[in-house]
């Protein structure tokens, strides 16, 4: 077992700011709305690994049964010395990829990058316990301040799984594949785990699943925003809402509140009126077709070089590269 190394890219109070800054602009916008990356504090991280065991959520057993099939191949096309997982989270999807790349003699180092320190370090000690001879480099930063690629030597096959891709806005989304695009060599590669485009139905239960966990998971970002910011939301003043947007193709999940309420949130100084029935954006999760992807990533100048889905074509891989 080698020494795990931590780099933190984040400045002092950095997340917490950008909480602020975020609850201030959405909760003062018309219509409201909070970004996702605020769903993850420890009970939030906890109740998203129950929803990817539910019946309703397809979308990690996919994953997952695709990268069974394709890690060989993966492995064997990008040839890569170094795995760089973008919002690694507990990184067990990828221990398919390191075993296929420790297989094929070329893996030389880990690098797993994600905003929350205590869950990303956790993550990174198991693996570097797991795979002897392995340089595990755990990075603290945001995706989207930035992307923490090593510099050091040898090829580096970057990957961002999950369809987490999808909770980025249209414009969020090309601004992060210009970024990557710019910041990947010619022998390095990017491989994405996107949802796809299908029935309406499949998708909202997916995202409404029938014992609540979805729901508990959307009113955890009020639980977060009092606990960090003082603020008085209480969560069964608000239902759970999920819904198929077609014409952006993308779920959509709101908070929407039951009764005429003021909410106030002390750490920002503000006052918070919700009317009866008004809804709060809290996540949108894209769904995508093969030619939209494609043309994406050649707007980023990336190019598809690979393409695999479930047989059931619910989830899908793909292999770009600059
Ligand atoms: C972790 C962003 C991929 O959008 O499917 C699950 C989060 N939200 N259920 C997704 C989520 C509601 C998930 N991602």
């Not at 390191?98 to 180092?109: H, I, K, P, R, V």
């Not at 480099?137 to 090593?150: I, M, R, W």
Request: hydrophobic residues 45%; negative net charge.
């Amino acid at each position: 077992m080698t020494a795990l190394r931590v780099e933190r890219c984040l400045p002092d109070g950095f997340l917490a700011e950008a909480l602020r800054a975020d609850a201030r602009a959405g909760l003062s916008a018309i219509p409201k709305v909070l970004p996702p990356k605020w769903f993850y504090d420890e009970r939030g991280s906890e109740l998203f690994e129950k929803i990817t065991h539910l019946d309703e959520y397809y979308p990690t057993r996919a994953e997952r049964s695709i990268l069974r099939g394709a890690a060989g191949q993966i492995a064997g096309a990008t040839r890569a010395q170094t795995l760089v997982e973008l919002g690694a989270g507990a990184a067990d999807k990828t221990r398919l990829l390191l075993d296929a790349m420790a297989a094929g003699g070329t893996l030389a180092s880990f690098v797993p990058v994600d905003v929350s320190e205590t869950a990303l370090i956790e993550a990174a000690r198991r693996i570097d316990g797991e795979y002897p001879g392995l340089a595990v480099t755990a990075v603290v930063s945001d995706f989207e301040e930035h992307l923490g690629l090593p510099s050091g030597g040898g090829s580096r096959l970057v990957v961002f799984l999950g369809g987490t891709i999808g909770n980025l806005l249209p414009g969020q989304r090309a601004a992060f594949l210009a970024s990557l695009r710019s910041r990947l060599r010619p022998g390095d590669a990017f491989l994405l785990g996107t949802d796809l485009v299908k029935d309406p139905a499949v998708l909202v239960a997916a995202y409404d699943d029938a014992a609540g966990v979805t729901a508990a998971f959307n009113k955890n970002i009020l639980s977060v925003l009092n606990a960090a910011l003082g603020a008085d939301f209480d969560p069964d003043a608000f239902e759970h809402v999920a819904l198929w947007d077609a014409r952006q193709e993308w779920i959509e999940m709101r908070l929407r509140s039951l009764q005429e309420q003021v909410v106030t949130v002390p750490a920002i100084d503000l006052v918070v009126p919700f009317a009866e029935g008004e809804e709060m954006r809290t996540e949108v999760s894209a769904k995508f077709t093969r030619e939209r992807l494609e043309r994406e990533l050649r707007a980023a100048g990336l190019e598809l070089e690979q393409w695999w889905t479930d047989p059931d074509g619910d989830f899908a891989l793909l292999l770009a590269r600059r």
